[in-house]
C-alpha cells in the first residue's frame, strides 16, 4: 500500500503538547487509489544539536524547513485547506523535542499549493504568527543542477515501519534514483509523476523517511558547500522497504511558484 509519511491518530500526544502543539490531530490524507500515506527515518543516527537548524516539527505531525523568517516549507498533503490557521505549532530550534531550549511558535495562516489534489503538487507553506530570526533557514533549489547525487533526509518521524515517533532527530543519507528506475515495474510502476517528484533510496532498502516525516525537506550541498533544498518528504511504499524507495516533491519544478507564494505571504 502507498502510504504518505504523516503521522496520523492520538499517539502523537505523547511526544508532548509543547512539541506538536495542542490542536487535535489532522484527518489522514488519503491518496488517490484509497489508500492513507505515512513516512520517519529509518536507518538514520541521532542529529547534532545545531547540525540542521532549519529543521521544523510541526504539530499535525509533519516535519518542514524554516524557509524565511515567518515561513515554513511543507508538504500540501499536511494541511486541509489555504486559509487562516492558528491551531499549529512549529518547534524549532532543538534536536530534542523536550529541551527547554525549544522555540516554538504558532501558526497564523496556511498556504496550500492551488493544484493541489491529492497526486502531484504536494507542497505548502505554514505562516508564523511571530518570525524566528535566530536560525538559520534553508534555501531552495531553482534549477535541476542539484538533482541527483546523494541526499539527507532528516526527521522526528518513526525509526521503523509502524513505529512509534522520536523523541531526537535522525538524519540519515540516500542516493538519487531515477524517474526511469523508480517507475519500473520493479518500483512504483508508473506512479511517480516524473516531471515534478524526485525518488531517492537503496535498492535494498534499509533507510528511508517514514510515518512523520510529510513535509521534511531533502537537501544536500551546493557549489558553494551550502545546504539547499531539493526535496519534500511525500510518499512511498511503506518505509525503507527493498526496491520501494522515498517519492519526494522535486522542489526545482515549483521554485517559481514557491517563490511567488512567499512573497505574496510577506516572506
Not at 37 to 58: C, D
Request: with cysteine; proline share 5%.
Amino acid at each position: 500500500m502507498v502510504r504518505w509519511r504523516i503521522l496520523v491518530g492520538t499517539a502523537l500526544a505523547a511526544i508532548t503538547v509543547a512539541a506538536w502543539g495542542a490542536a487535535p490531530a489532522a484527518a489522514a490524507p488519503v491518496e488517490p487509489g484509497g489508500g492513507v500515506v505515512s513516512p520517519q527515518v529509518v536507518g538514520g543516527t541521532r542529529a547534532a544539536q545545531g547540525e540542521f537548524p532549519f529543521m521544523v516539527r510541526l504539530s499535525m505531525g509533519c516535519g518542514g524547513a524554516l524557509y524565511s523568517p515567518t515561513l515554513v516549507l511543507t508538504a500540501a498533503h499536511c494541511v486541509s485547506r489555504t486559509g487562516a490557521n492558528t491551531s499549529i505549532t512549529a518547534t524549532l530550534g532543538a534536536v530534542d523535542l523536550q529541551s527547554s531550549s525549544r522555540i516554538t511558535v504558532r501558526s497564523n495562516y496556511v498556504y496550500r499549493a492551488p493544484g493541489y489534489n491529492g497526486n502531484g503538487d504536494d507542497w505548502a507553506f505554514i505562516r508564523l504568527a511571530s518570525p524566528v530570526t535566530t536560525l538559520a533557514t534553508l534555501p531552495i533549489a531553482t534549477s535541476t543542477a542539484y538533482d541527483s547525487g546523494t541526499f539527507t533526509i532528516s526527521g522526528w518521524g518513526a525509526a521503523r515501519e509502524g513505529g512509534a515517533q522520536q523523541r531526537y532527530l535522525l538524519k540519515a543519507t540516500v542516493p538519487f534514483v531515477s524517474d526511469a528506475t523508480c517507475n519500473s515495474s520493479s518500483q512504483y510502476n508508473g506512479q511517480v509523476i516524473a516531471a515534478e517528484e524526485i525518488c531517492a533510496g537503496y535498492t535494498s532498502g534499509g533507510v528511508d523517511t517514514c510515518q512523520g516525516d510529510s513535509g521534511g525537506p531533502m537537501f544536500r550541498r551546493d557549489a558553494s558547500n551550502a545546504w539547499i533544498q531539493v526535496g519534500i518528504v511525500s510518499w512511498g511504499d511503506g518505509c525503507a522497504r527493498p526496491n520501494k524507495p522515498g517519492v519526494y516533491t522535486q522542489v526545482s519544478y515549483f521554485s517559481s511558484a514557491i517563490r511567488s507564494a512567499a512573497s505574496s505571504l510577506g516572506g
